[in-house]
């Protein structure tokens, strides 16, 4: 493995108090391997002068990829553990950039 496309640690409101904090369920993905590398597809143009860099700012809506999985029921995968549930948060992922 060695690699990770993506990484989401935190907490998830599971007891439904509104607060979410070190009391509640833990959450973890860890997104890797090259079976599920995806692709998300921006077109930008501009013109770059030789020497010089340009800089694409990326926006991943957290409330939108959130919303695609019940965290409260599937709090975890590391890929490898439960591979469809990765492919799921993957495809949330894709699903959740915009260009900004």
Same mark, same amino acid.
């Given at each position: 493995m060695g690699y990770k496309f993506m990484e989401l640690n935190g907490y998830v409101d599971s007891n439904g108090d509104n607060v979410v904090d070190a009391t509640d369920a833990a959450v973890e993905y860890h997104i890797a391997t090259d079976a599920l590398l995806g692709e998300a597809e921006f077109n930008v143009h501009q013109d770059v002068?030789?020497?010089? *860099?340009?800089?694409?700012?990326?926006?991943? #809506?957290?409330?939108? !990829? $959130?919303?695609?999985?019940?965290?409260? *029921?599937?709090?975890?995968?590391?890929?490898? #553990?439960?591979?469809? !549930? $990765?492919v799921r948060m993957r495809d949330a992922l894709i699903g959740s950039m915009e260009l900004h």
């Open positions: 002068a030789g020497g010089t *860099t340009l800089t694409i700012a990326i926006h991943v #809506d957290l409330a939108h !990829l $959130a919303a695609q999985i019940d965290l409260g *029921t599937n709090p975890q995968s590391h890929t490898t #553990d439960f591979p469809a !549930l $990765a």
